[in-house]
């Protein structure tokens, strides 16, 4: 048996305990919907959670392809996200083609950026605002022009 593959895979199986912070109110929407599935335990149903969105993360672009869509952004103005946002978008004058800005209410701004590039100029603007500040939400819409 080859015993530096045996140890990689030991590796791969190693279960690392960890805690994170969560809202209490997302906690309990996130449990009571676990109810409605035979998932048997909270850590399986984040683990998964987990590999989904890393498998759209990675999935979101493939390198060299040429790609059409926009990146739809969920943010709270209050909290700086919209001159970073702003700043972000200047720095990609080449991958996007246009923005479309809607105040949703007091707080919340929708900002649809319209790109038209390589897919790994869309994954690298796409990773700079997601996680940031006052950031709630992104989701991409790409697609492959033939
Ligand atoms: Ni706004």
Same mark, same amino acid.
């Given at each position: 048996m080859d015993t530096e593959q045996t140890s990689q895979?030991?590796?791969? &199986?190693?279960?690392?305990?960890?805690g994170i912070?969560?809202?209490k109110t997302l906690l309990a929407k996130f449990d009571s919907m676990l109810e409605e599935t035979r !998932?048997?335990?909270? *850590?399986n149903a984040i683990r998964d959670?987990?590999? &989904?969105?890393?498998?759209?993360f990675e999935g979101l672009?493939?390198?060299k392809e040429m790609k059409v869509g926009a990146l739809m952004v969920l !943010?709270?103005?209050? &909290?700086?996200a919209a001159d970073a946002l702003t700043e972000l978008q200047h720095h990609f004058t080449e991958t996007i083609i246009s923005s479309i800005h809607v105040h949703l209410d007091i707080k919340k701004c929708l900002e649809?950026?319209?790109v038209r590039g390589r897919g790994e100029k869309v994954k690298k603007l796409s990773s700079k605002i997601i996680g940031g500040k006052g950031i709630e939400e992104v989701k *991409?819409?790409?697609i492959t022009p033939q």
């Open positions: 895979e030991d590796h791969e &199986k190693t279960i690392i305990r960890t912070s969560l809202p !998932y048997t335990s909270r *850590s959670a987990m590999g &989904k969105w890393m498998a759209e672009t493939a390198g !943010y709270n103005h209050t &909290k700086g649809i950026i319209v *991409s819409l790409l």
